[in-house]
């Protein structure tokens, strides 16, 4: 009995750290560096507006007719000097009018480069660097719509030498479960940026220099890998929360749970298969920013395994400890939440009461990040990827 409870507490005590504990810690972190540069958290770029460099926005589509008009659009409206700006769509072998779309915006300056043989988001992008001709890449996706002044915020970063990636909040233009993740995340991004880098980019909108750029594996997460390769090189990733590529979440917890299982997968293949991103695991190359990828990484995406531990352990203990009783009937509850909520929702198609669609979510969400990283140990990479709307 002994071992049980220091598996649960063990447990338990990382269930905490993931979703308190870490980010508590990065906030006193950032709040030392604070007082030690005694100049708030970044004020390098006070005096960037001026700096323009040459800019490619590349555009990831796969089959996006019901959208990619309204993207063009919206990028036509970028407050960016016209002959700095460069827009490049790629099309991993579209098989719908997404091409014929684009073509038609080709006297606006659009170049539309198609991949034949559905390659892959990766493949495509490294396709389409080759053809660049920016100092400064954005990558984008065909559903994310930008401010106008969005641009000229991701390159501003650039006027330090030292960075040489810019992550973009995504926020999203209706409420659901995938906002409340989203919100999360742009937390933990803004305490990693001041600390140290956050461990990666939001795939809807980041910039890399193009100096930096190199081609990866077509099997890659792009957004996790690409950032990441920028830190293994000794340069920064700064998170830009005034730049916002604002999307739609995805309709249903059925949606979200698909792609975070593909997601997840294709992280977990690219850190363990790749050796640059193994190296960045280690804290006596990497210092700080190793701690962060354990933590925002590994760790969190096995969150769902520590509580499925911290339950068995409980009713384990609960036969002889009122405690780990009660721990274990509140335990219960939730999970019972979290069915009726998906009875709800799977089974009758009716939004459930808020509280029951949370549980409904967060176990949902657990659930799909071990199914990714149990896919992703596997050799589960997902390269191709079909748009969820």
């Keep these: 009995m002994r071992i049980i409870e220091v598996i649960f507490w063990l447990s338990l005590g990382l269930s905490v750290y993931i979703q308190i ?37 590349i555009v990831a589509a796969y089959n996006e007719e ?15 000097p016209k002959e700095k700006l460069e827009i490049v769509v790629f099309s991993d072998a579209s098989t719908d009018r997404t091409d014929e779309i684009v073509n038609q915006y080709a006297p606006q300056g659009v170049r539309l ?23 400064i890449l954005i990558f984008t996706d065909a559903d994310a719509m930008l401010e106008p002044d969005a641009v000229r915020q991701l390159v501003r970063h650039f006027v330090d030498p030292s960075v040489g990636c810019v992550a973009a909040q995504v926020r999203y233009v209706d409420e ?12 933990l991004f803004k305490l990693e940026s001041a600390v140290t880098s956050p461990v990666g980019a939001f795939g809807p909108l980041y910039a890399i220099r193009h100096d930096l750029h190199e081609p990866i594996p077509p099997q890659m997460q792009e957004d996790l890998v690409r950032p990441l390769l920028v830190v293994y090189r000794r ?50 190359r990497y210092g700080f920013f190793a701690i962060q990828m354990w933590s925002h990484r590994i760790l969190r995406w096995l969150h769902g395994l520590f509580l499925a531990v911290m339950l068995v352990c409980c009713g384990v203990l609960a036969l002889k400890s009122n405690l780990y ?17 998906y009875l709800t929702e799977k089974r009758f198609g009716r939004k459930a009461p808020f509280l029951l669609h949370l549980a409904y979510y967060y176990v949902a969400a657990q659930i799909a990040m071990l199914q990714g990283f149990w896919l992703g140990l596997r050799g589960s990479s997902f390269t191709t990827w079909k748009p969820i709307r």
């Design 66 to 80: 019901k959208i990619i008009r309204e993207k063009l659009e919206n990028t036509m409206q970028i407050e960016y």
């Design 113 to 135: 480069i198609r991949v034949e043989g559905r390659k892959g988001k990766t493949y495509c992008q490294d396709v389409a660097v080759q053809q660049a001709t920016g100092d």
């Design 325 to 341: 009783l009660i721990l274990t009937i509140a335990q219960l509850v939730g999970y019972a939440m979290a069915l009726v909520g």
């Design 176 to 187: 659901g479960g995938e906002s409340w993740y989203q919100r999360y995340e742009t937390v």
């Design 21 to 57: 504990g870490y980010p508590f810690l990065l906030l006193i972190l950032s709040f030392v560096k604070i007082i030690i540069k005694n100049n708030g958290f970044y004020s390098l770029y006070e005096k960037a507006n001026a700096y323009l460099p040459r800019v490619s926005i």
């Design 235 to 284: 340069h920064r990733i700064v998170f830009a929360p005034e730049v916002i590529a604002w999307l739609r979440s995805t309709t249903s917890v059925e949606g979200e749970r698909r792609r975070r299982v593909r997601m997840v997968a294709r992280a977990v293949y690219s850190l363990l298969h790749y050796a640059p991103m193994r190296a960045l695991f280690n804290p006596f």
